[in-house]
């Protein structure tokens, strides 16, 4: 098993940012991205790591950003060669880290919805409508959608992303650009959905980030991981329930199953959870790339 990376140490390194899951840095006018063993839930950083994790968030995001390029150009510029000074953390930063161009991210998560499931369930069932669209009536948890929709976010820096309208989008970043990302991330995710179906995985909701570099809209962040995307295994795939996933929702339905209140500090995770958390991400990559992490 490769190291497990709860938080790097990188001294001489210029240290931006350590967010829930990823620790950013300055190299020259450079980013480096490196994805830790941390798992969040309910926004919470739990203080159990997920072996292979980041690798798995880093690897299927560079799989994901080489094999959709075409559809717009993203922020990868290596993750194999590394500048002189990173090679003394090469045993942190191996299989985990991108070296990438740095934009200004837009102000929002760009959230596509294929299913009907999570937050969108919940709203449909009170309102008929996912996040001011309105849906037919009579859908199920789980159903796949006439079209998919695209749900914009606010980008929370702490507690909770907001679902916001797309005229709120607009407001925020500017019409022209909103109907871009709204068109960039629908493109996008039907490309990933013709290609993860016939792999025996549904895609039924992701989000994605972008920013402008030199004014050039380009993909950042991660690219259709388990930690972005709410992944369902196609065999035994029923509407009218919760799906068993290949993310994260295993490690939320064990903190629900426990009563836990969703307020930090979060719980230690047993074992078990952790094993078979490790297996689902692992699982994942191995379906959608063909072959196992190494």
Known sequence: MNTIVWETDLPGIHFLNRGKVRDLYEVGDRLLIVATDRLSAFDVVLPTPIPDKGRVLTQLSLFWFDLLRDVLPNHVITSTDFPPELEPYRAQLEGRSMICRRAKPLPIECVVRGYLSGSGWKDY?????VCGISLPAGLRESERLPEAIFTPSTKATAGHDENISFEQAAATIGEELAERVRAVSLEIYRRAVA??????????????????LENELIWIDEALTPDSSRFWPAEGYQPGRTQPSFDKQYVRDHLERIGWNKQPPGPELPPDVVAATRDKYREAYRKLTGHELK
């Not at 069932?125 to 409508?129: E, I, P, Q, S």
């Not at 290609?195 to 402008?212: M, Q, S, W």
Request: positive net charge; proline residues 4%.
């Open 195 to 212: 290609y993860a179906e016939p792999r025996g995985i549904i895609l039924a909701d992701t989000k994605f980030e972008f920013g402008l």
């Open 125 to 129: 069932r009170a309102t008929g409508k």
